[in-house]
């Protein structure tokens, strides 16, 4: 292996080699304040996914570390994110409950599968998968896992008992507990809350009316959940509201990250195979969604595959230190870029400020309210609703339509992992109906060219004795015979018909199914006198055709186009 | 409903009104030949199915009669058959042990459950999901079921146990049991299975040379099996071999179908609902495969949503009289139409027939050894072994091959529901895998042509400011990064470009994610200065695109012909 080819799986390589004085200023200022905003994230993501604060910590270092050196994306921070810790919670939920150990051995678990399907499709070049999760689904399980985020967070805001997977789970485990809210729980939760909504709408303003520039003011407001956090903090310590049942952090193991080493038990392996994969790929599609849109801002260039072998990495690291599935965050990776980051070195320092903090900052977290945290999930979660996803897809097409709202309903009723697979498993078959049922046009010619066209769309020249059908579709198992009852129907209803031209400008594919379709039809209509023709028979299924012995039974001949296959039918039947 | 709408449902109306002497005297023929067939055809099924043999003969009455009315075809005849019996087996095999009440019980409710599906898809029309069984998925899982059926009748063959759904499960579970083979059965076997081949091959032959014409000799080799039944049974009779240990089938009540009621219980119903629908699926698929075989040399027609609805009533007749699912078979049907049936009441003279021999010949069958049944089975279904599908499907293409050694294989290892679920899975991923990456061609017009060609395989003459690309496949979810990345890296290859034209005549539909990757490409086009047009869009997709905003945001036109565009391009560059 020569370096070249090591610098393919090591992008480390190539930055660490230019790296310069005036990178590692930026970089040390990105870190400083990443470090500072990922501390309340991690901590609220911690809490979203079941498991104690400190493994919110623990699962942003080693990854960003490991990111650092396998990714190829300059700006990307990798730790827990939203959907993923949600997904984590659901797939997690299933195995043990929350707060016991095996609980959090659970989740290192899947961490470890997630690493491990992750590397996997990187190393086999494996990332156009997915491709399969279309842009309508991401968009319509995004705001379903965003609505089931939050309302999730509803028992810490309100102080009372309720967990559930699905909507219908949630608000039913709540119901009954209404009575016991907390009231100072809400207080301080909801202030937490209309405070972070202002910082998003209305600080930012201010800030540049006193004078700020507009970078400086973006990175002011966030530290919204920062000053959120400290202010609660203080005053429950101050007024010991922890007495007055609002629940704290509480004690917080002041330690680097431990190292852990995952059970690989066969039947939790078993158990957690189809959570890991989803996790895998959801993770993925939004971490390169987020690289790539960071990426096109300073024309660098992200290598699909290359992220998956730096996601692996990162989730084999959150395994092996009391993690938990981490993948490239939206709202972490702008700050990252908005602050400045040049190198992926950025997220090695912010790793560094982060062990930093694990180990002197935690005791200061004794006294934060789980409901701050609740609050600030619930304010970044409500910015990924947006219903115009239903909207956008039912103007354009009903099968969108039909995918987006599968995806939606499902996730909201039935939890994370249904509603993503019965989305894929929707817009996969939305396009095989439709490819069972291809579009069979009669074509003219146009006046005056050599151009062919519907006869039903446009006003174009036929002749009596020549059938000239377009065929829209690749010809495979799920419409070859919906061809031949098609074509035998056009062909019953030509009499004086003596020559059918099959253009095949349209067929991109052909199966052995077809081809026995292909063989049937040409049976038919030899039967019935009528020879079959092609023409603009593409070359890929020009080299599949002469693979079989059709061409030699054919009764009539393939044409380079339409144009031609007419001019020689017409001039034949002139001559006879 | 008017009489013609009620007609369409019961076929019976337009043939029972036509019916005369001469067909009357064809169809009693028929049935009269038919009866002595289907007797040992039953017993055998209803011993693969692991049923007792009376089942066999109750599953050949009702069915055949329900079918009639129902039914389309004129010549198919309705019953137990190979694939179907396997598939109960194992189906059934995983509720209870074959030879309980639980388990006959079992199978009254899977042929109940396969009628409801059946019937469902032929009143909603969707008799279409049939062809997502591809003709090489269905050669080979027949191969690998004619191998498996086959194996699962060596143990009454050898007079050993030895019972399983899979080659390996069977092969091991008679191991152990070879030292206990039971000479005199072997023996008993052996001869009728070599007298069976023998008459396939050597006795039409025979028949042929002491005069008797080609349709009898084939009649009079057809019933072969009656004879193998009849001289074992008088040699087991004679010889009282029972007490040497030759298995045979013993007390059979003699008595009319009972009626049954199917058992719905939630649990049953929950673990035969996968089992029932591959049963329907593949059950229609053989059924209407023969019906049209044999419609096709009469020139009458077969409508597979009333053939569901035939096959449905079939399948609940059989659950309501004791019987187990049932559909229409290759061998019964061709004998019924070589006998000379002309309408489908020679299939009710047929079920009278049977229903005789339940009541009257019963008792004639105890000292019936079942290795001669097993002799039958084997000699039937190893005529529907044929590997030369692999052959044809290699020589075609790789994606097929898949599909069919897929099928193949894991018929034989794990089973036929995962055999064939496979099949089909393996088609579709083939399929999604390469349209997710199709074939994107830079094309150029033929010299003194309209007609635009892959500049690679054709010499064509192209311009130095105009890409024009042709696309080869619908633009779809699992592409449309695709298309992006294809698109960048030709236009990044051509320094002087002022146009792209996306050719699309091969682009049969667009979905939402095509939209928005369009809608990217145009604006990175835009952003270095290049247009993007479209020509030869076809109607629907211009339908579609008129849906959205893109037509308004595109920077460039949309092109009736490849032609006109690159005409109108040129014009505009002299100009300029």
């Known amino acids: 292996m020569n370096l070249h080819s090591i610098a393919r799986y090591l992008p480390i390589l190539d930055w660490g080699r230019r790296y310069d004085r005036s990178s590692f200023g930026g970089d040390i200022v990105a ?125 810490h805001l309100l102080g009372i008992q309720g967990e559930g997977n699905t909507l219908i789970e949630i608000v039913s485990a709540l119901w009954p507990h209404l009575g016991e809210i907390n009231p100072v729980t809400l207080c301080l939760g909801l202030s937490a809350m209309v405070f ?45 509201l922890g007495a007055q049942g609002v629940a704290i952090v509480g004690e917080v193991p002041q330690s680097l990250p431990p190292l852990t080493l995952p059970s690989l038990r ?5 158990e957690l195979a189809l959570p890991a994969l989803l996790i895998s790929i959801i993770g993925f599609v939004e971490s390169i969604s987020v690289a790539q849109t960071l990426a096109a801002k300073k024309r660098q260039r992200i290598d699909p595959d290359q992220e998956l072998i730096g996601l692996g990495a990162a989730n084999i690291g959150a395994a092996l230190t009391g993690g938990f599935p981490v993948t490239g965050g939206f709202s972490r990776s702008v700050v990252n870029y908005d602050a400045g980051a040049e190198t992926p070195a950025a997220g ?28 600030t999930i619930i304010v970044a979660v409500l910015s990924l609703v947006d219903f115009s996803i239903l909207r956008r897809a039912w103007a354009f097409s009903r099968a969108d339509f039909a995918a987006v709202s599968v995806t939606i309903l499902l996730t909201l009723v039935m939890g994370v992992e249904v509603g993503v697979t019965a989305g894929v498993v929707t817009s996969v078959l939305v396009h095989l109906y439709k490819t069972s049922r291809p579009h069979i046009a009669v074509v003219g010619r146009m006046p005056g060219s050599e151009h062919y066209r519907n006869v039903l769309r446009h006003d174009v020249e036929t002749q009596p004795q020549v059938l000239s059908l377009r065929v829209d579709e690749s010809l495979y198992f799920p419409n070859a015979r919906f061809l031949e009852d098609q074509l035998m129907r056009h ?50 299924v020009m080299d599949r055709l002469k693979r079989s012995h059709f061409l030699d039974e054919m009764t009539g001949e393939v044409f380079l186009s339409q144009h031609a296959a007419i001019c020689a039918l017409s001039a034949r039947e002139t001559a006879a």
């Open 31 to 155: 870190a400083l304040i990443v470090t500072i905003m990922l501390i309340p994230q991690s901590l609220a993501y911690a809490l979203l996914a079941g498991l104690p604060p400190e493994a919110g910590i623990y699962a942003s270092i080693a990854p960003i570390l490991l990111y650092a050196v396998f990714g190829t994306s300059r700006a990307l921070a990798v730790g827990p994110v939203a959907v993923v810790s949600l997904m984590t919670a659901a797939a997690v939920g299933n195995i043990a409950a929350s707060g016991t150990a095996g609980y959090a051995a659970a989740a290192v678990t899947l961490a470890l599968m997630s690493g491990a399907i992750l590397l996997a499709l990187g190393l086999f070049r494996l990332g156009f998968v997915a491709n399969f999760l279309s842009h309508p689904v991401i968009a319509g399980f995004i705001t379903a896992s965003g609505i089931l985020i939050a309302a999730s967070q509803l028992r």
């Open 266 to 270: 066969p039947e939790l392996v078993r």
């Open 491 to 540: 062909a019953a209803e030509k009499p004086g018909l003596r020559d059918v031209v099959l253009m095949f400008a349209a067929v991109n594919d052909i199966d052995l199914s077809a081809l026995e379709s292909l063989e049937a039809i040409n049976t038919r209509l030899r039967d019935a006198g009528v020879r079959l023709h092609l023409s603009e028979v593409k070359g890929p």
């Open 348 to 375: 090695a320092f912010t790793a560094v400020g982060l062990a930093l903090a694990a180990v002197f900052l935690t005791p200061l977290i004794h006294y934060l309210p789980k409901a701050t945290l609740a609050a």
């Open 196 to 240: 972070l909504f202002w910082v998003r709408k209305g600080l930012k303003p201010l800030l540049w009316r006193i004078g700020l520039g507009p970078r400086m003011a973006d990175l002011v407001a966030k530290t919204g959940p920062v000053l959120a956090i400290v202010a609660t903090t203080l005053v429950t310590w101050g007024l010991d």
